[in-house]
T-cell receptor
Framework: DAMVIQNPRYQVTQFGKPVTLSCSQT?????MYWYQQKSSQAPKLLFH???????NEADTPDNFQSRRPNTSFCFLDIRSPGLGDAAMYLC?????????????FGNGTRLTVT | AQSVTQLDSQVPVFEEAPVELRCNYS??????LFWYVQYPNQGLQLLLK??????LVKGINGFEAEFNKSQTSFHLRKPSVHISDTAEYFC???????????FGAGTILRVKS
């Protein structure tokens, strides 16, 4: 089955220690998104790639970076995690950025910062 | 910019009872509406979508939703819920003007036996 896969499912890092979360897709979708979801809140878009074109949300902290080396993979780098960055991180894909193109989500990576 | 209001943060309901989860959105010339479900410690899964055409949309797991343009609503319904429907449900809206998808705050459905 075509899908969006996130690794790892659970990640523990220390305060200030860089961490990378990964996402891969077999859907061959052009767009890949990273969302941050804190407890009992809606997902918050951090940024997205349309193909290799990177689009950052205005309120995404500089501490968060992303890389998309090819169509299938996308990485979220947190350069210096703080306690407030503990959250579920969701990767999603869509065929296009058009509003009628549904998102397909991975199962998320739950990040704990100690 | 679009906005979405989910009127209930939590909805408790007994097994086999009907349920309605409410969603209202801010008006736009053309809207696309979605319901996603999130089970504990998992990602979001698309339940159903309204893009155009019939205002009554059927989705997976026996859920359906009705697009009501005059009331700017897209309420989610199921005639008989199961314990396994316990999850958080997110309504989301985008439009034809290139604005990004906006999620509501979510409604936790708790099905009790």
């Amino acid at each position: 089955d075509a899908m969006v896969i996130q690794n790892p499912r659970y990640q523990v890092t220390q305060f200030g220690k860089p961490v990378t979360l990964s996402c891969s897709q077999t859907l061959n979708h052009n767009v890949m998104y990273w969302y941050q979801q804190k407890s009992s809140q809606a997902p918050k878009l951090l940024f997205h790639y349309y193909d290799k074109d990177f689009n950052n949300e205005a309120d995404t902290p500089d501490n968060f970076q992303s890389r998309r080396p090819n169509t299938s993979f996308c990485f979220l780098d947190i350069r210096s995690p703080g306690l407030g960055d503990a959250a579920m991180y969701l990767c999603a894909t869509s065929r296009a950025t058009a509003g009628n193109s549904p998102l397909h989500f991975g199962n998320g990576t739950r990040l704990t910062v100690t | 910019a679009q906005s979405v209001t989910q009127l209930d943060s939590q909805v408790p309901v007994f097994e086999e009872a009907p349920v309605e989860l409410r969603c209202n959105y801010s008006s736009s010339v053309s809207v696309y509406l979605f319901w996603y479900v999130q089970y504990p410690n998992q990602g979001l899964q698309l339940l159903l979508k309204y893009l155009s055409g019939s205002t009554l949309v059927k989705g997976i797991n026996g859920f359906e939703a009705e697009f009501n343009k005059s009331q700017t609503s897209f309420h989610l319904r199921k005639p008989s819920v199961h314990i396994s429907d316990t999850a958080e449900y997110f309504c989301a809206v985008s439009d034809g003007a290139g604005n990004k998808l906006v999620f509501g705050a979510g409604t936790i459905l708790r099905v009790k036996s």
